[in-house]
């Protein structure tokens, strides 16, 4: 095989390298193709383009592939947990046990909120949405810790802890606030989802038992969520760094990206789809008909289908089975699943849906095991958020390490040519 693409164009023929991954992945270097040809290329949403190179996660969107690290995502959800899975994407490798009782005392030394964050949250409106108070409390994070300004002066370890410590506080405290109460404050002795969901579902004063099986969903959750390559929001938090944007700016700009319907918010549109299909008198059928006829209907059924993954999400059929022993462990009844049971059947037997590559993804199930769990649907990106917490981190390490330039595509330019100005008086 060349190790060159050739390039014809204005009559002149050039010579691009040919870069290969360590799964076979090909790509054809363009970096000097502006300066050899002139010519930029244009590929609208990125969807030919190689935006890095990364050592993290590896997805192969034919084959419904997905691993951290080189560890396969099926592997890492049924053995381990979501700290250690979090050490492995942040470091490289999964920690020995004298590492891993390291980083969760790292963790747990940051626990602390400050007060003064409690006071930025308490001053949004009542009825804020739970994402806009995770970003924004997260880029406050930079005004308490100063030191993050300057990369060379501040410890990232240290606000890598502190974040992943207290991301899951921020999130519980806007739920409490939302609810009109008391906040619980982090408990050291209980492991991280227990710890968040003890903030989320206890009573301050109070001692709070956690299901063990409501514990194991959320750690198979966040663990399916801890990273995916290039998407939306690890592509921002990875360019929003490049300008050298210290860590907490970056992951809340990240925060901000996955909050999109299109991204993340996915997971909330589904369960509101769900709803709206059962408040209309849950004919199902009609509605796999307006999807089919979206052109016409304007309907357009959220969790379905996905950018990377050709024939199936492997991340579905993972919290598809944990979505199933959840509802039955926690004898769960819920109209709306039984219409998510409907369409599932639909998308997966319907040639409409078969031929156009539209199963349920990830953000089907995620938002029906969330509901299950008790989680308010306002929520549910919030949790994804905590779960893609250390792919962001991972990310944004790397491209430090590595020492990328500063992300700056360019465009091509479709607007006026030049124009005389005209005196207002004129036009
Ligand atoms: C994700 O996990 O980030 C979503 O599936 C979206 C994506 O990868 O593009």
Same mark, same amino acid.
């Given at each position: 095989m060349s190790n060159t693409a050739e390039l014809s164009v204005d009559g002149k023929t050039y010579q691009f390298p040919i870069v290969e991954g360590s799964e076979q992945e090909k790509a054809i270097d363009i970096s000097n193709l502006r300066d050899q040809t002139g010519y930029v290329t244009l590929d609208k949403g990125y969807k030919n383009t190689g935006a890095t190179q990364s050592a993290i996660t590896f997805l192969d969107g034919e084959q419904g592939i997905l691993r /951290?690290?080189? /560890?396969?995502?099926e592997d890492l959800a049924a053995k381990a947990n979501f700290l250690g899975v979090a050490y492995l994407l942040i470091y490289g490798e999964l920690p020995n046990q004298q590492q891993y009782q390291e980083f969760e005392k790292s963790i747990q030394s940051h626990s602390q909120v400050k007060e003064g964050m409690q006071t930025i949250?308490?001053? =949004?409106?009542?009825? $804020?949405h739970p994402m806009i108070e995770l970003s924004s409390l997260v880029n406050a994070l930079s005004a308490f810790y100063p030191d993050s300004y300057n990369e060379k002066a501040g410890d990232t370890e240290e606000h890598v802890a502190r974040l992943?410590?207290?991301?899951? $506080?921020?999130?519980?405290w806007s739920y409490k606030k939302a609810k009109g109460q008391a906040t619980v404050q982090p408990n050291n002795n209980l492991d991280y989802c227990s710890n968040f969901l003890s903030m989320m579902f206890g009573q301050a004063g109070e001692e709070y038992k956690v299901d063990p099986v409501v514990a194991e969903a959320l750690n198979t959750l966040l663990i399916l969520h801890a990273d995916h390559e290039q998407n939306c929001s690890t592509s921002t938090v990875r360019l929003v760094g490049s300008s050298q944007a210290n860590l907490y700016a970056s992951i809340s700009a990240g925060i901000n990206a996955l909050w999109g319907p299109l991204h993340g918010g996915a997971n909330q549109e589904v369960i509101e789809m769900l709803e709206d299909i059962k408040a209309d008198g849950g004919d199902v059928a009609k509605y796999v008909d307006m999807a089919k006829n979206a052109k016409q209907t304007g309907f357009r059924?959220?969790? =379905?289908?996905?950018?990377? /993954?050709? #024939?199936?999400d492997p991340r579905a059929k993972i919290i598809k089975k944990a979505a199933d022993d959840v509802l039955s462990k926690l004898g769960v009844n819920d109209p709306v699943l039984e219409i998510a049971k409907g369409l599932e059947?639909?998308?997966l037997n319907d040639?409409? =849906?078969?031929?156009?590559?539209? /199963?349920? #993804?990830?953000? =089907?199930y995620s938002g029906i095991i969330y509901r299950a769990l008790g989680i308010p649907t306002n929520m549910f990106t919030v949790l994804f958020a905590i779960g893609r917490l250390p792919g962001w981190i991972a990310q944004?390490?790397?491209m430090r390490a590595t020492k990328e330039p500063i992300g700056r595509p360019r465009q091509i330019y479709v607007g006026s040519t030049l124009r005389d100005f005209k005196a207002l008086a004129d036009r």
């Open positions: /951290y690290r080189g /560890y396969s995502i949250l308490n001053g =949004f409106p009542q009825d $804020t992943l410590a207290q991301l899951p $506080t921020i999130a519980a059924l959220f969790g =379905f289908g996905h950018r990377v /993954y050709k #024939n199936f059947e639909a998308a040639d409409y =849906f078969v031929s156009r590559k539209l /199963y349920p #993804n990830v953000d =089907f944004w390490k790397e």
